[in-house]
């Protein structure tokens, strides 16, 4: 049998994930490099929502799934985050402003029409995921956070000097996660290094976060055939968005 990880080492293990982290995907890369069009960045802004929405239907399962109350009362946070509350509006509020600034009607964010099916597919296996799986797997599934502000950082840094078209109102919601992913991140390695304590378990772990990684990433190949390569679904046979918007099969 093999000896499990410390959590130095296992905590290690999970930060070096972050080489196949959705930054380095060439989608992701060109736009923080200033050569995505405005066509990509609202693509990829309209598409992105439909991954916002479905973060607080992630973290309701994984509290349905939680018999343990002093962990609700804390990942409940997560989901007043992105719904926001009486007197304050959270990150999809923000997240549809950020459409706003980038020239997309909230309404059209809203009805989801944009949304391809790549990413649609991969969303609803994520959330699916959290249905199944057990409270612990699916709240560790959520520390791609460990990377999170990076990404977040180099979209306010480089975003406001490529694309001065953009409002700047906009991007509030990279600001307000900064800090919060920085606390989401605390709380999921508590969860995590706690309850991975053999080496089956953390492998275990390490292809779940895995699993989180290839969600993001499949999101990206989607929009990077659609924006980048002008093959969206159905393109061989017309130039309409014939696909589904989301009826329950």
């Not at 200033?34 to 960045?41: L, M, N, S």
């Amino acid at each position: 049998m093999t000896a499990p990880m410390s959590p130095e080492a296992f905590e290690q293990a999970l930060r070096a994930k972050g080489q196949y982290y959705h930054i380095h995907h060439p989608f992701h890369v060109a736009m923080y490099e200033g050569r995505a069009t405005r066509e990509q960045i609202q693509g990829w802004v309209a598409n992105r929502f439909y991954y916002q929405i479905s973060i607080p239907v992630k973290d309701a399962a994984i509290m349905a799934n939680c018999p343990d109350r002093d962990t609700r009362r804390e990942w409940i946070q997560r989901i007043i985050d992105h719904d926001g509350e009486p007197g304050s509006e959270g990150g999809i509020e923000a997240w549809l402003r950020l459409g706003e600034a980038v020239g997309l009607p909230r309404d059209k964010v809203l009805s989801g029409e944009m949304v391809l099916p790549g990413v649609r597919f991969a969303v609803d296996a994520y959330v699916n995921f959290a249905r199944r799986a057990s409270w612990q797997e699916a709240a560790s599934s959520s520390l791609t956070e460990l990377f999170a502000p990076t990404i977040h950082q180099s979209r306010l840094d480089t975003w406001p000097q490529h694309y001065p078209w953009i409002d700047p109102a906009g991007y509030d919601y990279f600001r307000k996660r900064l800090k919060e992913a920085r606390r989401d991140v605390e709380h999921g390695l508590r969860i995590t290094l706690g309850h991975y304590t053999t080496w089956e378990a953390q492998q275990r772990m390490l292809e779940i976060l895995q699993f989180k990684l290839d969600v993001l990433w499949s999101m990206l190949d989607a929009m990077s055939m659609a924006y980048e390569l002008e093959r969206p679904p159905y393109h061989t046979v017309t130039k309409d968005a014939v696909w589904h918007r989301g009826i329950a099969l």
